[in-house]
């Protein structure tokens, strides 16, 4: 046997040693009719002519996260699903279908409200007998008529469906929630239900809205697959990206799926920043495949993986390969295959619905008969640009302060990102003039950035530098009374309105007064600075000196900065630290800088003077000395000294 056939009938292995697992799937459900028909005679009783279809057989299905257990259950021991009906006839319509699914329970919630429908989708499809069609047993799709309704479901109907996931949930190895935006789900929804998950169960989550859900920062749980489709990406990266996605996509003819792999990676870095926070992340690209992200685990680097779609010889139904898709992804993850082979599988099995009839299903024994033809995956590492910027700053020999400028107790690379940023706005405050009497007001300092980042504290530190009498208030406090009380005594004011996050433009134009009206002129010789939580408004920038605002990067970002920042903590305390090892500035350099009651300056602050208590009257700062709250690299050691120079 050759190596592949020897990897082919390994991975087909494992796929059907799931005999003993249980699944359950949460989410929307639909009444699939399929009309089969015969082209019949055309209506001359309409101006138009109106062709007639003869139906020949009405086939129903239950469709959404049914179509899934369908394609499951053959794999597993149980799957159990928890969904909503109407008590109308499709509700029991719907209800037959699954019954007639053995080893499926029906266990579905019903809608309080007896006026709502049941979802249903009714698809029109005809022989392909004409000459216009080329010989086919398949049937082609003519249109589909949809019914649903979105409304978002009752709070009391929430309950008894929580009451059945928790029922199942305890007992099972795999958790899918798929979200067809049909009034069941939504984050909120879904986050109480991942509440509930224990960490011995996969999750796979399809979702529709609200993608901020799933980022670090708002989950309590890591997901093992979160999946999109191409329409998607816009949502999270943002439309113009994504319009730049498209016009690769669709301005070629023949595109590779080498061309295709080299623009998702690019889209995939973009993705990677997000901070997701699932193992895996998933796309599917239609007619160009799908791709996988993989993040980084114990400081191995995120993965990329790209697959093309795989070559369909027949014409393909209208519905779609979604569900097949999640299905055999789904198998891959519960077998324990890595990330590459799950794709290939999760395409080959997407591909293969397509294949089907539109009530029919893929199997295991279809993916055995393609599985050699199936489309093979490729590979990138996502470089971790941090760390090569780590791996810069520890190469270097000694920690000298007087490579670093200061201001009062800000300390700076003067080459950094960072301290370039706090040289231009020095010399912005140093050189600003009062606004022009033309009326155009482009004198307002504009900062902005993340909470606990440190830029309140360098503009009032900058401010104090260049002799400026200042008024430091937050915008809910801030009024014109007080602005005016502040024009007495010396020459040199400003104003420093700080914790801007939620007033409009126009707003804060108001207070700071008009540089052509009289009755705020007296206003023009004071140097208003602005600090924003979040990014300005973009209607401020043309009032905005130097025509753009200034981020100041969180403290994880400050990587040259940190050293200096680290070593002048040190310097005033009361010992006299003169050597680091290459462990303990890397432990402090990886670190996020984000807690629940502190957070960047304060934070680092904490864990500098819980080193310095951890030292006592040592001169090295080691790997021992960093307290519990700082995440170690595994694996890592102290390893050389770093000189430290004041």
Not at 140 to 157: G, M
Not at 233 to 252: D, H
Not at 361 to 382: G, M, N
Not at 442 to 466: E, F, N, P, R
């Amino acid at each position: 046997m050759l190596k592949n056939e020897e990897e082919d009938s390994s991975i087909l292995r494992k796929l059907k040693k799931m005999s003993d697992k249980r699944i359950l799937i949460v989410g929307d459900t639909a009444l699939y009719l399929s009309l089969n028909c015969k082209t019949g005679s055309t209506s001359h009783r309409s101006h138009v002519g109106e062709q007639i279809y003869d139906v020949e057989r009405i086939d129903d299905y239950a469709g959404g996260v049914y179509r899934i257990a369908r394609i499951l259950k053959p794999f597993v021991k149980k799957v159990n699903v928890v969904t909503i009906k109407a008590h109308d006839n499709y509700g029991q319509r719907l209800s037959t279908c699954v019954t007639d699914d053995e080893g499926i329970d029906d266990d579905m919630v019903t809608y309080d409200n007896p006026k709502r429908m049941t979802t249903v989708k009714v698809g029109v499809f005809r022989k392909q007998a004409s000459e216009l069609f080329p010989t086919s047993e398949r049937e082609s799709a003519v249109f589909r008529l949809d019914y649903e309704d979105p409304r978002k479901i009752s709070e009391q109907e929430w309950d008894k469906v929580m009451k059945k996931i928790k029922k199942y949930l305890p007992t099972s190895d795999l958790l899918i929630i798929r979200d067809a935006n049909r009034g069941l789900l939504d984050g909120k929804r879904i986050r109480e239900i991942l509440s509930k998950v224990n960490h011995k169960t996969k999750v796979i989550i399809n979702p529709r809205l609200e993608w901020e859900c799933y980022v670090e920062e708002k989950l309590n749980r890591n997901i093992s697959i979160l999946r999109y489709n191409e329409d998607d990406i816009g949502m999270i990266i943002g439309t113009e990206k994504m319009m730049e996605l498209k016009s690769e996509l669709g301005g070629k003819t023949t595109l590779r799926p080498t061309d295709v792999e080299k623009i998702t990676f690019e889209i995939g870095k973009l993705l990677l920043a997000k901070k997701f926070k699932t193992d895996w992340l998933v796309f599917t690209l239609g007619q160009h495949g799908a791709f996988l992200i993989e993040r980084s685990k114990n400081d191995n680097p995120a993965r990329f993986f790209y697959v093309p779609k795989n070559p369909l010889n027949k014409e393909v139904s209208h519905l779609g390969s979604g569900y097949e898709f999640i299905s055999f992804m789904a198998c891959a993850l519960l077998s324990g295959l890595p990330a590459g082979e799950s794709l290939e599988i999760a395409n080959l099995g997407g591909a293969i619905g397509m294949e089907k009839q539109v009530n029919e299903i893929a199997r295991l024994t279809d993916l055995e008969s393609r599985f050699p033809t199936r489309s093979q995956f490729y590979k990138q590492e996502f470089v971790n640009e941090k760390d090569i910027a780590i791996r810069k700053i520890l190469n270097m020999k000694k920690i000298s302060l007087k490579n670093a400028r200061e201001i009062d107790d800000i300390i700076y690379n003067p080459n950094s990102t960072y301290g370039k940023t706090v040289e231009s706005i020095l010399q912005l405050i140093q050189s600003w003039q009062p606004p022009r009497g033309d009326g155009r007001r482009t004198d307002l300092i504009v900062i902005y950035g993340d909470s606990a980042s440190g830029k309140t504290s360098l503009v009032k530190a900058i401010l104090d530098k260049c002799g400026y009498d200042t008024l430091k208030d937050n915008a809910s406090q801030i009024t014109r009374d007080k602005i005016r009380n502040h024009l007495n005594n010396s020459q040199k004011k400003a104003v420093l309105i700080d914790n801007i996050f939620d007033m409009k433009t126009d707003d804060l134009l108001s207070l700071i007064g008009d540089p052509s009206s009289p009755e705020t002129t007296d206003f023009n010789k004071i140097c208003f600075v602005l600090v924003f939580r979040t990014e300005p408004p973009v209607d401020l920038f043309n009032r905005t000196a130097g025509g753009k605002p200034f981020r100041i990067s969180p403290l994880e970002e400050k990587l040259q900065d940190l050293p200096y920042i680290i070593a002048n903590m040190v310097k005033k305390s009361n010992i006299r630290v003169t050597k680091i090892s290459y462990g303990a500035l890397e432990c402090l350099l990886k670190h996020k800088y984000r807690g629940k009651e502190l957070s960047g300056f304060m934070l680092l602050k904490k864990i500098m003077d819980d080193i310095i208590k951890n030292i006592g009257n040592g001169d090295k700062i080691k790997i021992e000395h960093i307290p519990k709250m700082v995440q170690r690299p595994n694996g890592i050691r102290d390893g050389k000294e770093i000189l430290v120079e004041y």
